[in-house]
């Protein structure tokens, strides 16, 4: 994984990719900058070395809440604001659709739009857009590293299981 993070909050997450090189490469390229611009000898503040420890304690599967967690989201329009600030409202193992997201933050029947915005989502997990589900109870999109196949292990993380129910016991015919 990788983070970006200015004095006011985090500003990106890069989920995990298959090396450290390959994360930090995806965070520069959705950052738009390169790796000169980067301030590589700046110490962490102690508020990213706890993210860090949580994020950890996440993928082991534990109840983690980051919403506390300061973000930057400056440059980030109110629309986008809005629905990002109602994701951050959905606690460890709670889902709604895009439909119901859109209508928590205030922006009833723009589910298309609240999709795209969760698509742009600088910052999952933290903000998170796998918690947000398509109709009728289906995984739906996820733009960050590793698709619908991450979005589904971030779920059952949660333990939030996806797709269609198991098949029903074979029954005795008499």
């Avoid at 790796?35 to 993928?59: C, E």
């Avoid at 439909?99 to 969760?118: I, M, P, S, V």
Wanted: negative net charge; contains cysteine; proline residues 5%.
């Amino acid at each position: 994984m990788a983070l970006a993070w200015s004095d006011a909050g985090l500003t990106r997450v890069c989920l995990p990719e298959k090396t450290h090189a390959a994360a930090e490469r995806r965070l520069l390229r959705l950052a738009g900058t390169d790796a000169a611009a980067l301030d590589t000898d700046r110490i962490a503040p102690a508020w990213i070395a706890a993210l860090v420890a949580d994020i950890r304690r996440y993928a082991e599967g534990t109840d983690v809440d980051f919403s506390d967690v300061p973000v930057d989201l400056a440059g980030v329009d109110d629309f986008r604001k809005d629905i990002y600030a109602a994701a951050r409202n959905l606690h460890h193992g709670e889902t709604t659709t895009y439909g119901g997201l859109a209508e928590q933050a205030g922006h009833k029947g723009l589910f298309r739009e609240t999709g795209a915005a969760l698509g742009s989502n600088p910052i999952p997990l933290v903000i998170p857009c796998h918690r947000i589900l398509a109709a009728g109870g289906k995984i739906g999109g996820f733009s960050a590293t590793g698709g619908s196949v991450m979005k589904e292990k971030m779920l059952v993380l949660e333990g939030v299981h996806v797709g269609p129910p198991p098949a029903a016991q074979a029954s005795f015919g008499f």
